[in-house]
């Protein structure tokens, strides 16, 4: 047991758990400690792991020496204060999305993992899934030729978030997909939405994303939606995907479908271009998916990253990547769909 | 036979011979005479309706006497030049949707009929149909509460247009369900959208419209899309309506869903806030349907229309105020999404 | 139009409206008359095919001297005496399905057919779907392996029959498509039923057929459920496909997944056999179809035939073997289940 | 803690940790001991609860004086011996469906346990979801008029069971949610089935059951099928209803559809008949269901019968119920669907 990665859980509200369960399951680490300001959820806790240890002060993870890496899953306003804090006390982070509230947060935490060379993870827990695996493989190996839009519905009933509106809370799993997916970065954004609750945060938004080379996307996110519905269209010039992640199998669809285009592209006649486009129709194929639980594949690679010092994945610029992103979106969305420009090649150097 | 209301068509494409049967079996009306410049397209009419004269030249549905009225089922461009001509020679019209490719076309030939009192008519087919009708009795009857939203998604692979962006082609039908279910006026457009075929109109959209009365309507149309979606989504404050037009029957689906807000809104805490919003799921319903042709439907009102001269539940104004939106959308799409105002107001006056 | 074969067809209910169509819309036959006992049916046809001449009585058709082939769409029960009368006055038949009401009158009209050298084709539609012609060219090409099991579910509200019991109304469709793709004769049938409406035939029915070579078909039919259901599951050693002709595309799945058998088949102990059968679950993949409308495919087989002298492929004997299955069929149901032989070597000899 | 009940469980497989982990979190039960023949999974239930006692032997469970109660989680051919252990040792029992593989079994635990006095319960887990609960109700409350027909379909790929065939698997579920939810006694049976496998039990099957009263019940179960399917049909002469359990809510779906029959019942005329056979089809309607973990409510109501000395709803009876018509299926299917008769009468009194 000694040589285990040693894991301590911040938050063990509705990830928290799964986060411990996980780390319990996986081989080469454990969790000796939890906390929660709740002690009923900590109850909770000390029920199904009667070893692991509890605690309502955070403090006590920090100080403990035996505790290498901290997980942190608490609301998103909190991130920025306990992932630094646990930084500082040399502690190795995984945080929840989105990383942070601001990009000067993402930066700092970046910063200082680097100062300390720390293990800096963001649970991009979607990027592990066998669905997003295979379509990255897709865009990759240009089975899909060129890419033309990427089209995400995330709709379902609550639960409203108080300290975000619903595109931290729901567009960042769809950011996090594409961004990995496509290896593409937006310059610029337009979004729209409302919130239906005095006060509140908007609950509903419209996300559009533009790319250069011919690329968009759209990301359409609703806490109030009376049907649960998390689908996603990947539009290419050679086949197109139809990624619907309620499937119990067959998630992923290839559609060779596409248009043909022929002859002179400078004819601007509209009998001519009527004969220049065509529709092509083909197979549908729905390849087998890797079925491991995502989320177990993450912390075994949070743990692989420390003990072989590798950078993640999900690491820290991929969480600022989305932080920017987010951040544009909103001021976007203040404005009523006015373009905000982002800057994220310089992010990405 | 005499008294029958004598009808022409004008293009015997893909919707003139829905138009044709439909008038055909209708018991007030008939057509005697269709128009269309491909001799093969004629061909097939006369193969299926020995007793209709075709012709080349649509100037012979003008100039014959014993036509009452001419259904006009061109591209778009063509429509105000027809229908225009249509009324001069005294007959009146049904024009396919979009009315026009302007505003100032459709003021005009809404004139033109008020001057000559002849009946004008948009055929906004799916007013007629047995969900749209059974979703505005809903609104209209409050059962839904307030109307927080309407979200639809219209895609699938082609047919690309050349003479109108894909707005003018798929939209089209969500603003006239929209624009009858409701009963309200967006004051703003934003929309965003791309084409992927050079030189061609964009061929997949995104459209916000921004109401008063804290409701929002989104829609999302596709040309180059691998499955066929018709799915629209409409939010209000005691239930919530799932529209989707490919299921075979229960169409729509009303769902006793929503949130709960109690006590002091004022409140700013997260916790106290956790407590004011609750979540509601109660059962689900599926009202029977009407099942007769839209089209059946449509083409007896506008019989109806002519023989009482009775304004249409799709007249020139319900044309003119969806024209008038895709106008704005499309000049907001050139700029990236930025916010357009609409005046609908003294449109509907 | 003077050499197109000329067509009478008998019956303008549910399905003689989509043969006329079919018939006047192939470009080597036409429809000259159209005879049914209402005469508003008649008036119908009149007037969307003012050219056809129409009559209460079908000698009229038998007696017309220009007629080459009659189609006959009426109930079963008037099948024989029709399809007979037709053959004798030198017609060609096209009969509904199911051909007739026993084997022995069926095998009088492929008697008289062949002795007067007409063509007597019967009308199983669905063997001339895209989907169909699809799955039995995996079978031939033994894509699937050997075959294990064909299980059919064709279930929805009505209509109910009265002259004859479910399994004649709609398992009727699933033995035409089985017996075309399988290309195997059941040696033995055992059914069970239940007649809900006293004095009425079974409305609900359900057919097991015992095959050799480890294959054994199972049909489910009700006319009294509250979906529509038409699915059909084939197993096969190396894959197995699932046929839902409800999907408006993707009719036909076809599924890389299967049971491996290895090592001592003759072990005897748990352990060992859990060792033995493995499962295999690899892609989904759904073939491109042909989409024309079957029927339209098959009015142009029977004119062909006609043309040409050939035999077609729903010819008598296939008509006559399915009609041997639902006449054993309905002996068993009658005996609760009883075990009842067939003897359709001989037949297809 | 000491006054809670003390479970010991017997097999950590597949259902086992489910068992484990409800009663785990059961306020009133807890589990100090589990057993299996195989270590690893031994030691997998040590790491996940380290304060429970694990061991290879069961005796281990029956000596144990702190030990008030005893779950059998292994294979169907073990249940007999290890359920009457558990008895004599005066253990009350859960044990897993089918109880048994005999009749003869069935009594004698049943017979051991009112004579200790003993809770005899077996886990027809599906009595106990909020979908099966619905359903009774409706049926209790003669929301669907009279019960015409029960039909299900329960196929997937897997997993082969080598000491029993699918019926005992597969079709034991149905026959306990039909036992449950209409409250009646079929008087017969007809199955047929076949084995894919040489040497193995049938892998397929078919099954119908004969009731009085105008209703029958068919449950179709496969282990070789291309994809999971839990589809329940329920017809009743007002109402009927579709339960697919696969649906992620809206499990139950009623149906306002049905035949309506009028007039003279003793014409036997088809004209007539075709006027007192009438379809009519309403509104659709999904309740709202009890959504928690169905295994929770059961290990709650096993604890409180233990409590307080009351007769579980799924008893013994109810478990010798099924058993007696898996028997008679069995014998069925071997003589290819002949009838077989039950004496059910008896059993329930």
């Given at each position: 047991m ?6 301590g859980?911040?938050?063990y ?10 780390f ?30 509890v ?8 100080t403990?020496p035996?505790?290498d890496a901290?997980?942190?899953a608490?609301?998103?306003?909190t991130h920025?204060?306990?992932?630094l ?10 945080v929840?999305?989105?990383m942070t ?10 910063e200082?993992?680097?100062?300390r060379?720390?293990?800096l ?26 890419i033309?839009y ?12 108080h300290?975000?509106n619903?595109l ?20 610029a954004?337009s ?7 005095p ?13 250069n080379?011919n690329?968009?996307?759209?990301i359409n ?6 049907v649960k ?5 990947i ?7 139809l990624?619907?992640d309620?499937?119990p199998?067959e ?13 002179n ?13 065509g529709?092509?129709?083909?197979d549908?194929?729905?390849p ?7 989320l ?38 203040q ?15």
């Amino acid at each position: 047991m000694e040589n285990k990665i040693n894991i301590g859980v911040i938050g063990y509200g509705y990830w928290g758990p799964n986060l411990v369960r996980n780390f319990m399951e996986s081989p080469r680490a454990k969790v000796s400690m939890v906390s929660d300001f709740k002690t009923e959820l900590l109850l909770k806790a000390k029920t199904r792991y009667p070893a692991i240890e509890v605690t309502t002060d955070c403090q006590d993870l920090f100080t403990n020496p035996n505790i290498d890496a901290i997980a942190i899953a608490t609301p998103v306003s909190t991130h920025f204060d306990l992932a630094l804090a646990a930084l500082k006390a040399g502690k190795h982070v995984l945080v929840e999305k989105p990383m942070t509230v601001t990009t000067d947060q993402a930066l700092r935490l970046i910063e200082e993992a680097e100062k300390r060379n720390l293990v800096l993870m963001v649970d991009h827990t979607f990027v592990y899934t066998g669905a997003v695996q295979k379509m990255r493989d897709l865009v990759v190996t240009k089975e899909l030729g060129d890419i033309y839009y990427y089209d995400s519905v995330r709709v379902n009933l609550g639960l409203f978030q108080h300290d975000v509106n619903v595109l931290w809370d729901l567009a960042v799993h769809d950011l996090s997909i594409m961004n990995y997916v496509l290896q593409e970065q937006p310059y610029a954004v337009s979004a729209t939405g409302i919130s239906h609750v005095p006060g509140e945060p908007e609950n509903l938004a419209y996300l559009t994303l533009f790319f250069n080379n011919n690329l968009i996307a759209h990301i359409n996110v609703n806490w109030l939606a009376p049907v649960k519905v998390r689908r996603t269209l990947i539009g290419g010039s050679k086949k197109m995907i139809l990624f619907d992640d309620l499937e119990p199998s067959e998630k992923v669809k290839i559609y060779d479908k596409g248009i043909t285009l022929n002859g002179n592209q400078n004819s601007n006649t509209d009998k001519v271009y009527q004969m220049l486009i065509g529709y092509r129709t083909g197979d549908m194929w729905s390849p087998k998916l890797e079925m491991n639980e995502a989320l177990r594949t993450e912390v075994m690679h949070f743990v692989e990253c420390i003990e072989q010092g590798k950078r993640p994945i999900t690491d820290g610029q991929a969480g600022l990547h989305i932080v920017k992103i987010l951040e544009a979106a909103t001021h976007s969305m203040q404005q009523q769909g006015q373009l905000v420009k982002l800057n994220l090649a310089e992010v990405a150097a």
